[in-house]
């Protein structure tokens, strides 16, 4: 693998995973990281990567469904390998315009695979990130193993569910090199604050409202971000080819504990908020996300036992790195909330 394409690299994942190849893996090769910057990507999460590893770093502003700038991308820089990160990412947007999550999830996923199917045997890895929520909700007990049948409940995981069965059938009937992972709730630097926990720790270090959607019981088992890019890394390199790894943190944590717990950290770090006893005050029961799946975990023991990954951090220590960030990077919360944001991007990448 010399020239690694990663889509979606400015986005939370990708950005997380552009930073430990370059900084944390023996890879001498080049990544080329193509974006589309949606409100969702962020390049300044990558500013100082772009300058330390000037030589071996491109980005390239694009959309994974424009097929002949796709094309010229993997001729220009004789991309070997593509990690593909790029997706619409959020289940309430997904629920709110699905048009987004049909074009890019599916249609783009599509796009991609046929022009590496074009471009064999030049591109001998095409991995696919993809999520635990493909395979629905879960009961009291129980794991999603690679093995569980499919049966997504919201437009965004009814689209990654249809592009991974894309994925599938291109190894199948094409015999594309491809190798897919299906990875539980993330979270730490970079998380775009949409996503429970930044919003959470960003409303309750600013004194505002904390929605728990329904009861505050469902289930996600959460993984801090740097294990999954680990796990890709390692899926990339010593993966079996055709092959689906499951990902998850074995952190099965009820949504209102993960509130709670962002609360009294928060008090702890930076103190209480004059007016409050315990930032818990702030919690606000509102109306549940339709559809939303109760429950989900990880069996992730094909990963541990064939690859040898296991997760480094445990929620503990992963959520107060996390804080810890946000509680640092005030200028990256503040770009990519303001509208500043898009006048950087257009200054930068037209
Ligand atoms: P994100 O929303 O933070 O980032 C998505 C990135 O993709 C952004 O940089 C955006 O600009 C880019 N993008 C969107 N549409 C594009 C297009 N048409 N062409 C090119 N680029 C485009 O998402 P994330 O949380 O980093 O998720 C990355 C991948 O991991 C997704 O495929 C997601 O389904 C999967 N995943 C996410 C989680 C999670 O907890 N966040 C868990 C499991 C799997
Ligand atoms: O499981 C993997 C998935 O995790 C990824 O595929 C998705 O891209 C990623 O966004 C994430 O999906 P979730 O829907 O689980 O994440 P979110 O942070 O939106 O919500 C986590 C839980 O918290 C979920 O049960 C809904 C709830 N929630 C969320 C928000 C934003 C709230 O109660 N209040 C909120 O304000």
Redesign the pocket.
Known sequence: MKNLLVTGGCGFIGANFIRYVFEETDFTGRIVNLDKLTYAGNPESLADIQRKFASRYVFCRGDICHRSFVAEVLDTYSIDAIAHFA?E????RSIVKPDDFIQTNIIGTYTLLQLAREHMPQITRFHHV????VFGSLGETGFFTETTPYSPN?P??AS?ASSDHLVRAYHETYKLPVTMSN????YGPFHFP????P??ILNALEGKP?????D?M????WLYVRDHAVAIWMILNKGVTGETYNVGGRNEMK?LD??NIVCDLLDEMVGKLPDKESRRELITF?KD?PG??RR?AIDCSKIERQLGWKPAESFDTGIRKTIRWYLDNKDWIAHVRSGDYLKWIAQHYG
């Open positions: 997706a990412s959020h289940v309430d993809s999520t635990d929520e919201s965004y995981s990654k990875c539980s709730n993330n949409e996503k429970l926990i919003l959470m904390l929605p728990v959607y329904g505050g469902n289930v996600r088992d949504n993960v509130v509102v996300r939303h799946d989900y």
